[in-house]
């Protein structure tokens, strides 16, 4: 009945002119790499890093198992765009049209409401920022990626690419060469960040790559939550988004690392998310995945310590057009590691869920327990889901729960619930709101504000 | 005058008639209920009793009307005929089913959804109210035209009264609750949603004596509110509680007698033999 293009409903779909300092030629070759590193004043390691991973990329398949990619036209791709000539730390001097896209996404307001700092990117680049005095103070360091790399070499030299290997996969090796923005973090020794951290960013031009690359630090026994929220405009062609976050957890420190991404549905975002927890260390990733053409995306937790404890909390809403293939890994490879995989996911409109999980306890991981439970809500006979778990269990002292379901809104459920006055719409709504409500509880306030209604948005339409 | 006129409702059920799967379960019924009254509707199982409460709210499943020849089926509430509208429509005209074995909707709580019809039966025609979903917000939020807290006070004040266990509101409506919590809960609901006219549709079974006590009071005071109210049952177990000023006797799809409260008792005593030969 509605045939509007899928992008067209997308109501963050606004579209800015665009206005650069930099723009690299279309497609990756070892020249792009040269000048995106020299264009950054980098360091020989990280540029030749870089090159390295080049090489690697080209020699790497796309993966065979999940979404269908061969759609990207990697060639038609800009891998680096920086907007403005330098980056602010003055809401005001931010230039009037790209104050005017966060003004829309309601930057400002946000900002007001912010408790911690905000991090927000603009094209590949961070421009906006401002830090709490607090943070320094406690010696928190909250940067974009390439300030991070400029003040603190050794650092980022230490930590990058440990967790996630340049040869780890395709996209991991992508990101590695041509990577920009992003954040990183750095948690000093016993140190809680009270307050989340955030980061907001968009992307604005057509063609272009994003590849953040983000590195958390969380020293022993210190505390930081990180949150990350994505909206997207529209795109004339499809777009690739490829991150690699990479997280630390240290002896007794906890992260918590939560985002909301909702890229406009001509996006693919393929991401690589991993954290290494070492003993009575905790990593927690709540993940919700809205938007995008398709999403590739398994936040993992390698436990490496004693009593190392990890979970993953994912959503994935897909509509029409839209194929989420989602879920989360845990690697058990010390004695008592828990962990624990939850994720629920809805389609809708003909869209796809995939849930893709690995729970795998190596030979000595004794007492270790794991939890995987997934939920799939499909609203209409188009739309489907799937369900992939792999378990490897090389222990024998282990315990392992896996459950899973699939429900469909029945007839006589949105009967009872219009006979009480509410709309079939709405009925819906409530319905869907309920089944991701474990979830959304974990959310800051703004960000499970933000949930529900761009869970309505998505819903918008799809009821037959 | 006003008030008057708000008080004494009237619902005017005329030729109803309805099928499933082509198969005609109800042969033109037609019943009058004015506010403040009880009616009684009877019948042996099958005779079509849930069928008339279902279709009263418009449930899908039944084509309504097929069958011209029984005349122009009307449902009209104040003068205002609700058979071509949808079912939220008609449940925000006034009218309230409790439903004989409501489905469980997992995640959608007690407390969200009377939150959410208070709000759509009260302020606007619910379409209005999206963000009340959202827990967050709802914290916040007026519930048609009340302050949160006094909804909530409300809410649990009606929820003692029927000696409700209040850790249910915050579950998933009807998930995992027991025969008796249900039914408890579909009262609870008429009371705080105030309808113009209730439909019980088999409250009493499966309740022991004091859920139906609780239940009963529930059905008084709404009568008393000028609730005019239509309770189904086979047995007349509920009427000993609440009396009827009418019992109807349904057989096969045709009310085939009415009578007073006399007719419940005898029925009691020799069944439904005399009405179904």
Same mark, same amino acid.
């Not at chain 1, 690697?56 to 990207?72: E, F, H, N, Q, S």
């Given at each position: 009945?509605?045939?509007?293009?899928?992008?067209?409903?997308?109501?963050?779909?606004?579209?800015?002119?665009?206005?650069?300092?930099?723009?690299?030629?279309?497609?990756?070759?070892?020249?792009v790499v040269?000048?995106?590193?020299?264009?950054?004043?980098?360091p020989?390691?990280?540029?030749?890093?870089?090159?390295?991973?080049?090489?690697?990329?080209?020699?790497?398949?796309l993966?065979?198992w999940?979404?269908?990619?061969?759609?990207?036209?990697?060639?038609?791709?800009y891998?680096?765009?920086?907007?403005?000539?330098?980056?602010?730390?003055d809401w005001k001097?931010?230039?009037?049209?790209?104050?005017?896209?966060?003004?829309?996404i309601?930057?400002?307001?946000?900002?007001?409401?912010?408790?911690?700092?905000?991090?927000a990117?603009?094209?590949?680049?961070?421009?906006?920022?401002s830090?709490?005095d607090?943070?320094?103070?406690?010696g928190v360091?909250?940067?974009?990626?390439?300030?991070?790399?400029?003040?603190?070499?050794?650092?980022?030299?230490q930590?990058?690419?440990t967790?996630?290997?340049?040869?780890?996969?395709?996209?991991?090796?992508l990101?590695?060469?041509?990577?920009?923005?992003?954040?990183f973090?750095?948690?000093?020794?016993?140190?809680?960040?009270?307050?989340?951290l955030?980061a907001?960013?968009?992307?604005?031009?057509?063609n272009?790559?994003?590849?953040?690359?983000?590195l958390?630090?969380?020293?022993?026994?210190?505390?930081?939550?990180?949150?990350?929220?994505?909206?997207?405009?529209?795109?004339?062609?499809?777009?690739?988004?490829?991150a690699?976050?990479?997280?630390?957890?240290?002896?007794?420190?906890?992260?918590?690392?939560?985002?909301?991404?909702?890229?406009?549905?001509?996006?693919?975002?393929?991401?690589?998310?991993?954290?290494r927890?070492?003993?009575?260390?905790?990593?927690?990733?709540?993940?919700?995945?809205?938007?995008?053409?398709?999403?590739?995306?398994?936040?993992?937790?390698?436990?490496?310590?004693?009593?190392?404890?990890?979970?993953?909390?994912?959503?994935?809403?897909?509509?029409?057009?839209?194929?989420?293939?989602?879920?989360?890994?845990?690697?058990?490879?010390?004695?008592?590691?828990?962990?624990?995989?939850?994720?629920?996911?809805?389609?809708?409109g003909?869209?796809?869920?995939?849930?893709?999980?690995?729970?795998?306890?190596?030979?000595?991981?004794?007492?270790?327990?794991?939890?995987v439970?997934c939920?799939?809500?499909?609203?209409?006979?188009?739309?489907?889901?799937?369900?992939?778990?792999?378990?490897?269990?090389?222990?024998?002292?282990?315990?392992?729960?896996?459950?899973?379901?699939?429900?469909?809104?029945?007839?006589?459920?949105?009967f009872?619930?219009?006979?009480r006055?509410?709309?079939?719409?709405?009925?819906?709504?409530?319905?869907?709101?309920?089944?991701?409500?474990?979830?959304?509880?974990?959310?800051p306030?703004e960000?499970?504000?933000?949930?529900n209604?761009?869970?309505?948005?998505?819903?918008?339409?799809?009821?037959g | 005058?006003?008030?008057?006129?708000?008080?004494?409702?009237?619902?005017?059920?005329?030729?109803?008639?309805?099928?499933?799967?082509? +198969?005609? *379960? &109800?042969? =033109?019924?037609s !019943?009058?209920?004015?506010?403040?009254e009880v009616? /009684?509707?009877? %019948?042996?199982?099958?005779?079509?009793?849930?069928?008339l409460?279902?279709?009263?709210?418009?449930?899908?499943?039944?084509?309504?009307?097929?069958?011209?020849?029984?005349?122009?089926? +009307?449902? *009209? &509430?104040? =003068?205002?005929? !609700?058979?071509?509208?949808?079912t939220?429509k008609? /449940?925000?005209? %006034?009218?309230?089913?409790?439903?004989q074995?409501?489905?469980a909707?997992?995640?959608?709580?007690?407390?969200?959804?009377?939150?959410?019809?208070?709000?759509?039966?009260?302020?606007?025609d619910?379409?209005?109210?999206?963000?009340?979903?959202?827990?967050?917000?709802?914290?916040?939020?007026?519930v048609? %035209?009340?302050?949160?807290?006094?909804f909530?006070?409300?809410?649990?004040?009606?929820?003692?009264?029927?000696?409700?266990?209040?850790?249910?509101?915050?579950?998933?409506?009807h998930?995992?609750?027991?025969?008796?919590?249900?039914?408890?809960?579909?009262?609870?609901?008429?009371?705080?949603l105030?309808?113009?006219?209730?439909?019980?549709?088999?409250?009493d079974?499966?309740?022991?004596?004091d859920?139906?006590?609780?239940v009963?009071m529930?059905i008084?005071?709404?009568?008393?509110?000028?609730?005019?109210i239509?309770?189904i049952?086979?047995?007349?177990?509920?009427?000993?509680?609440?009396?009827?000023?009418?019992?109807?006797?349904?057989?096969?799809?045709n009310?085939?007698?009415?009578?007073?409260?006399?007719l419940?008792k005898?029925?009691?005593?020799?069944?439904?033999?005399?009405?179904?030969?």
């Amino acid at each position: 009945m509605n045939t509007q293009p899928p992008v067209g409903n997308y109501k963050y779909g606004f579209h800015k002119p665009e206005h650069y300092v930099f723009k690299s030629e279309r497609g990756l070759t070892e020249d792009v790499v040269r000048q995106v590193s020299a264009h950054k004043g980098e360091p020989d390691w990280m540029r030749d890093r870089r090159l390295t991973a080049l090489s690697v990329y080209g020699k790497k398949p796309l993966p065979l198992w999940g979404a269908d990619l061969t759609a990207i036209k990697f060639d038609d791709i800009y891998y680096y765009i920086k907007p403005t000539k330098d980056k602010v730390s003055d809401w005001k001097d931010l230039p009037p049209e790209i104050r005017d896209t966060y003004d829309r996404i309601g930057i400002p307001e946000a900002e007001k409401k912010f408790l911690a700092g905000v991090s927000a990117q603009y094209e590949s680049e961070v421009v906006y920022k401002s830090i709490q005095d607090t943070l320094s103070k406690k010696g928190v360091v909250f940067l974009d990626m390439d300030s991070g790399l400029k003040e603190y070499p050794d650092i980022v030299r230490q930590y990058f690419g440990t967790i996630i290997p340049t040869g780890d996969n395709k996209f991991a090796a992508l990101n590695t060469s041509v990577w920009s923005g992003g954040s990183f973090v750095y948690v000093p020794k016993g140190v809680h960040v009270d307050l989340p951290l955030q980061a907001y960013f968009r992307i604005n031009a057509a063609n272009m790559g994003q590849f953040e690359r983000t590195l958390i630090v969380a020293e022993e026994g210190s505390f930081v939550h990180y949150v990350e929220g994505c909206t997207a405009p529209i795109y004339t062609t499809d777009s690739l988004h490829s991150a690699v976050v990479e997280i630390i957890v240290k002896k007794g420190a906890r992260v918590r690392y939560t985002t909301i991404q909702n890229w406009s549905t001509n996006v693919y975002n393929l991401v690589t998310k991993r954290a290494r927890v070492e003993e009575e260390g905790t990593m927690e990733w709540v993940d919700g995945n809205l938007g995008s053409k398709v999403t590739m995306k398994y936040p993992s937790v390698y436990l490496m310590g004693r009593k190392a404890r990890g979970e993953v909390l994912s959503i994935a809403y897909a509509g029409a057009h839209q194929h989420q293939d989602a879920g989360g890994k845990a690697i058990h490879f010390a004695p008592e590691t828990t962990s624990q995989i939850i994720s629920k996911s809805i389609s809708s409109g003909g869209g796809r869920t995939s849930y893709r999980g690995l729970v795998h306890v190596y030979p000595g991981a004794k007492n270790a327990k794991s939890k995987v439970v997934c939920d799939a809500l499909i609203l209409d006979e188009r739309s489907r889901s799937d369900t992939y778990p792999t378990m490897k269990i090389d222990e024998q002292n282990v315990q392992i729960e896996h459950e899973a379901t699939v429900s469909k809104i029945g007839d006589e459920q949105l009967f009872y619930l219009t006979s009480r006055g509410v709309t079939k719409e709405q009925a819906q709504s409530m319905i869907v709101n309920g089944f991701i409500e474990p979830i959304v509880k974990e959310l800051p306030l703004e960000y499970a504000v933000e949930m529900n209604r761009l869970i309505e948005l998505q819903m918008e339409g799809s009821v037959g | 005058m006003k008030q008057k006129s708000s008080k004494m409702s009237t619902l005017v059920i005329s030729h109803l008639v309805a099928s499933i799967e082509e +198969k005609e *379960i &109800l042969h =033109g019924v037609s !019943l009058t209920v004015r506010g403040g009254e009880v009616h /009684a509707i009877m %019948g042996p199982n099958g005779s079509g009793k849930s069928t008339l409460a279902s279709v009263l709210l418009g449930h899908p499943a039944y084509a309504v009307n097929r069958n011209q020849k029984a005349g122009n089926t +009307k449902i *009209i &509430l104040d =003068g205002k005929n !609700l058979f071509s509208l949808p079912t939220e429509k008609r /449940a925000l005209a %006034g009218l309230f089913l409790a439903f004989q074995s409501p489905i469980a909707i997992q995640g959608v709580t007690v407390m969200n959804l009377l939150r959410t019809s208070y709000q759509a039966r009260f302020h606007g025609d619910g379409s209005q109210a999206p963000s009340v979903q959202n827990p967050v917000l709802a914290r916040r939020t007026l519930v048609g %035209g009340l302050p949160i807290a006094d909804f909530m006070a409300l809410v649990g004040d009606y929820a003692r009264r029927l000696n409700l266990d209040e850790s249910l509101l915050r579950r998933g409506i009807h998930d995992g609750f027991s025969g008796g919590e249900k039914k408890k809960i579909e009262m609870l609901q008429a009371l705080v949603l105030r309808p113009k006219f209730a439909v019980f549709d088999e409250i009493d079974t499966g309740l022991d004596v004091d859920a139906l006590k609780a239940v009963s009071m529930g059905i008084s005071l709404l009568r008393k509110s000028g609730v005019g109210i239509i309770i189904i049952t086979h047995y007349q177990r509920i009427l000993k509680y609440v009396k009827p000023d009418y019992v109807h006797i349904l057989v096969s799809g045709n009310v085939v007698k009415t009578g007073s409260a006399a007719l419940a008792k005898k029925i009691e005593d020799s069944g439904y033999k005399e009405f179904t030969g």
